[in-house]
């Protein structure tokens, strides 16, 4: 059974940064991509970084380029978002996803090119 288990998240004042961390445990071979996505309370869930795990390529959502940054440890089978400059708007749940074998890459960012979820971590950012 495939499992994803993010860490990482905390409460941060404006203009901080945390590193979130995804582990991924049993993923298939037919997982071309991994993201995360950030779903703050009333909202509908949004994703935020993709990497393509062959080769590295990435895809942000514009709400967070050139201040989130996603890597990869393929030894480890872990994702990592780098969040710097970080905003009270950034405050949510933020969950990582594996995609399904079908996903395309050009659904990097939408949630219906995922099967697998993990449990999500607490991101609070204070002015």
């Known amino acids: 059974q495939v499992q994803l288990v993010e860490s990482g998240g905390g409460s941060v004042q404006a203009g901080g940064s945390l590193r979130l961390s995804c582990r991924a445990s049993r993923l298939p071979t037919t997982t071309n991509f991994m993201t995360w996505f950030r779903q703050a309370p009333g909202k509908e869930r949004e994703g935020v970084a993709a990497?393509?795990?062959?080769?590295?390529?990435?895809v942000y959502d514009d709400s967070v380029k050139g201040r989130f940054s996603i890597t990869q440890d393929k030894a480890k089978n872990t994702i990592y978002l780098q969040m710097n400059s970080l905003k009270p708007d950034d405050t949510a749940m933020y969950y990582c996803?594996?995609?399904?074998?079908?996903?395309?890459?050009?659904?990097?960012?939408?949630?219906?090119?995922?099967?697998?979820w993990g449990q999500g971590t607490q991101v609070t950012v204070s002015s």
């Open positions: 990497i393509y795990r062959n080769g590295g390529a990435t």
């Open positions: 996803a594996a995609s399904k074998p079908e996903g395309t890459w050009r659904q990097a960012l939408a949630q219906y090119a995922y099967g697998y």
